[in-house]
């Protein structure tokens, strides 16, 4: 197994080649403090403190795994060590609000952060990851009294948070939860129900645990409608800060999961646990949204930051393991045989890995830009604009890059042959570990469907249309003859997402299959189009000279090529797929499914 | 989860139907006791024994696993319970030679059982599918005095065979180990060396185990050509029969692996271990061959028969699970929610699921009675005719089912959303067994390139040519109204794959990367062009009207339709990778990976 390296010189590449972030940066009041070297020495700094501290923690994470007994959960106690020394780094607060203790940093620089991170160790990062999004969303519809109680210690990283919303008969349906909540006397609330599946819902790294849960008042709507937000302590919190007694809040069980064993994903069990509303009452789930959002798109980046982990594990053993001879004749004459890397088999599945890999983190950095644009641009309709961008690349960047993360795990770890399937290397893992980023934080299905019926049909089409500009501005700006046949096909894989786009807007009207039958077709249509996008702007750049190596250049245009030839075209076929909606797919009985 | 139902309407279908097996059973007299009755009564009882003895150690034996000591490997009780129930049965020697004590049965009819088996614990069936290539190679290869001593008791699975070919720097490359033979005074063999990857290398089934180990005389020549083939018992056999002292051959560790934890992945270590030689020196790969394709059918068969059973959970899963309603209006308003099956993007994943499934299982079938005649037909001529067609056929259902199966178990999986994730549903366990199937008895990528390269390309595009005319028969044979657009369509893709495959019987003579750059894309191109031609036979047969109830014919037609709709156009897509061969595969200096 080798050493996790952080992807510093594509980090650099995209940061100040592709999207001129300190430019961006400098241009928003919110942002204007941070600069290219203060962001360099982030990126260097944090690659340090993870290769050395948290990439370690994968293997062993694995095997010892999070245990469960009547006092609670515990996790490895090198997890314990680890987190004290992320978070005396503070390593918990770069995008939190300055006024509670955060840094504010923009989400396109900690997003490069987040990668290293899920590359490091997944189930390290769970823990820092469910708190940062149920921290944001608390920033944005806390009161201030809870916030001031609450928010300066979760965001030192002294106290984590969990977000409760899923019960055993209620996952993806979540109007029909039956967590109650009934109001007291002191303004408080006492919340009765049990919750499945929380993430981090018990552990030993911090002496608090704060759990924003999903509950219904009595007599409230059925349906979403009726579900409000509170916030549970583990321990209450005194006026002056200190822990005091238990709260009715108990973890019953974990799950003994395919992976992510290190990570404790809880049953939760709410006795008449005492609770504050967070946001009014009957907006629960529409506070939680802004929190589920943002985790989304971290799960994209999982995948992705698997996937890159992986390769770059696959491309030192390809090149060490002596295997056969190169179909050309041999490489390696004074050897037994040459190295796999030699084979065309094994250099397509290495070359699918990194073209995938870079584009998915192009993309991932491409969506925090408009998450900084919403939060940081002075005029409201340019935030709004950004923010529909934000909106439509966030289910993206879920859905596409833990698809791609997962196969691509499954591609590295076949290039290790039988080693692949053994646990010591660690190859494995990374497919165990990375499988879950389809499933939680919405199921793969279900964020395809937000994609094409929200953020697609629901809009008109607005939003493509909006992604479609900047992808024509781009082509424009293709002036290289290397790259002009690169912005030919872009163009004609564009044309055919806005004519589907425009299709399926108009048919939906009366085809109310549509939405679920074409959503996974319909996203990784669009995600093959903005891979497409993303290997334009690095060709460009690349063709144009970067502030890089002039090696690192060519290698972006044979990997840009590479996309263009082989992976393009899947837009077509993919559009073929959204067009044929529901047809043929209803037909069979219920009882011929068995 | 549900208990495992054999599908033995499918059987029915296909070997009365779709293949008429009794005819063809009857046309040769290797096989002419064998009717439908007989057939009907294995596969009945078959299936009893395996759904009350064998399915239930799946989830057991992924818990417990094989343990290691240094008294050698103990598998869970209730396995060595099962193995006598097996070896009872009469269960081990289906297919084998009767002189021996075998049933002589034909692999068409075990092919089905082999399924059952497979769908019912991948751990417990490579204990007996190793044993079963290794005796039928033996049966080949091996002296009469040899067979005489060591068959029958492996036959009746009173003993277990093993196959030891890999060695810790040699796997897919043979022509590098390093394993020694001396021959000692007696005419038999010292074998010295480390063998590793050896499925049911040790365990406490039976009392003996017979390993199979490949090795090279000294002097031998450096490549393959140089290996011998040794038969090594684990404890001596005296010429009564009885079990002697132990031979110089021990289980040094097993491997910890991602799934498949019930079968003991074993390192042996042959220290002057004594032996005796199968074959002639320097053809021991050669004999091996034998065994090894006879194995690869059945991996594939184990990618088929995983994604079936976990097809079958999938499907019972979503009739029950209540999630949502269906967008066309609630099917279940009394209910709290509808079932997910209501959900387009739910019936899309078990369509693909039945679909795959169902024409993976008659292409294994399809191979099987490839196999059948060329045994059992009288004509040589005939039976090099169908030899050329198992050939062909073996490779590709080895890559293509496994690949399948492995997409298949994910896709089983995600409809079950979180709790797909956790141990106790059995999904992620579908997931972790079947991974192995793409890697081991040669990796895809191997298996792809010798369907490509020795089985297409070697012989000049003869055996794909053979092919096409079963497939040209068959659309000729399309007289239904119904069914016409099928044969039209699979007579497009036909004639894609028959022009790609000229195309590269011609360029390869030139272009020495393209075996290797293009056989994957070549395989999944003859996967989908052979599902096709399963499906139109299906579809033949259910619109004339089968044997089944007229239900059954009419999802048969459901399903055709649904693969000539959405599967069939792929055929074009992986014809034009293969035809991009290396181009740009090959541009980026190895340093550029990493």
Redesign the interface.
Known sequence: MTDY?APQQDFAFLMQDVFDLPTLWASMPEFSEVDGDLAAAVLEEGSKMLSGTVAPLRRLGDSEGAVHTTGGVTLPAAYKEAFAQFTEGGWTSLTSDPTYGGQGMPRSLSIMFEEMMWSSDPSFTLVTALSTGSIKMFSLHGSDALKEKYLPDLIAGNWTGTMCL?EP?????LG?ISTKATEGEDGSYEISGTKM?ITAGDHDLTENIIHFVLAKLPGADKGTRGISLFLVPKFFVGDDGSIGEANGVTCGSI?????IHASATCVMNFDSAKGWMVGAPGHGLKCMFAMMNDERLGIGLQGQAAMAAAY?SA??Y??DR???RA??GAVNPDG??DPI?V?????????EL?VASEAGRALVIYAATWLDRAKGLQDEEARAHAQGMADLLTPLCKAYLSDQG?DGT?TA??IF??H?????WGM?QW??DT??A???EG????I??DLLGRKTIGTGGALIRQLGEEIATEISASTHAEVMPMAKALQGALDEVLAVTAWAVETAKAD??L???S??SYQRMLGSLTFGFMWLKAANVAAAGSSQAA??DA?KL??A??YF??SL??VA?FA??VR?S?????????????
Chains 1, 2 share one sequence.
């Open positions: 390296q899923t008969h209620s996952g993806s349906d029909i599946f799950e003994h999961k395919m992976g770059q491309a030192a390809a090149k002596l295997q056969g179909p050309t037994k045989a890397i084979h065309p088999e094994v250099r397509r599945m290495l070359m990194k997962f499954v770890q076949q042959g039988g692949g399937y053994v646990a010591e494995e497919v165990r499988r879950i389809q499933i939680y199921s793969n299905g279900i395809s469907m109310k299959n939405v679920s039958a959503a996974v090696e690192f290698a044979v990997c090529n590479y030839a082989r075209p899947q076929s073929a797929q044929l529901a047809s043929g797919m209803m037909d069979l009985n219920l009882e011929d499914f068995g």
